[in-house]
């Protein structure tokens, strides 16, 4: 792999991985077939000092899921701080769009929520930090949505 370690998978969509696996598949273009973005099985890219990045490749078989990304209008725009809660299969999942992780690391915006066999989300919540609160419910599983704070309509873009 021409001195790129790729250790587990990858997909396109996310914010923070999109431009690091453009410049990987500059680098390894035997990679270009393999990664896919959106496929609701993760990777981690790792971004080494001095060295080349290191490519985490999810090959699990994976199940259903759903992504979540925000665009705050009265919150900031990324939406940092939004908390987000998945209420699917008689459980209740929560994640926080937060703009850093540890030391030099950093999350997607997007939020990733693995459903395995469950095949409807019975509700989505967001809360903002504006304090605005907005839910939806009934929604198909294997997408990307995208909430706008204060808009009512989701946007769906289907994943492979
Ligand atoms: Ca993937």
Do not use: C
């Not at 095949?119 to 903002?128: F, G, K």
């Not at 929604?139 to 873009?157: D, F, M, P, S, Y």
Request: hydrophobic share 40%; proline share 6%; glycine share 12%.
């Amino acid at each position: 792999m021409g001195g790129l370690p790729v250790l587990a998978g990858a997909r396109k969509n996310s914010s923070v991985l999109t431009p690091v696996l453009a410049a990987l598949q500059l680098i390894v273009p035997a990679l270009k077939p393999r990664i896919r973005n959106g496929d609701g099985r993760p990777e981690i890219v790792i971004v080494n000092m001095n060295r080349t990045p290191s490519l985490l490749h999810n090959r699990s078989r994976g199940g259903n899921f759903l992504n979540v990304a925000v665009t705050g209008t009265k919150s900031n725009r990324s939406g940092i701080g939004a908390r987000i809660i998945v209420t699917a299969g008689g459980r209740k999942r929560v994640s926080e769009v937060m703009s850093g992780g540890s030391y030099y690391s950093s999350n997607s915006l997007v939020s990733h929520f693995g459903l395995g066999s469950i095949s409807t989300v019975d509700q989505l919540e967001i809360r903002w930090p504006s304090g605005l609160v907005q839910k939806w419910s009934a929604l198909a599983v294997n997408q990307k949505l995208t909430a706008t704070e204060g808009v009512e309509e989701l946007k769906r873009i289907p994943q492979p």
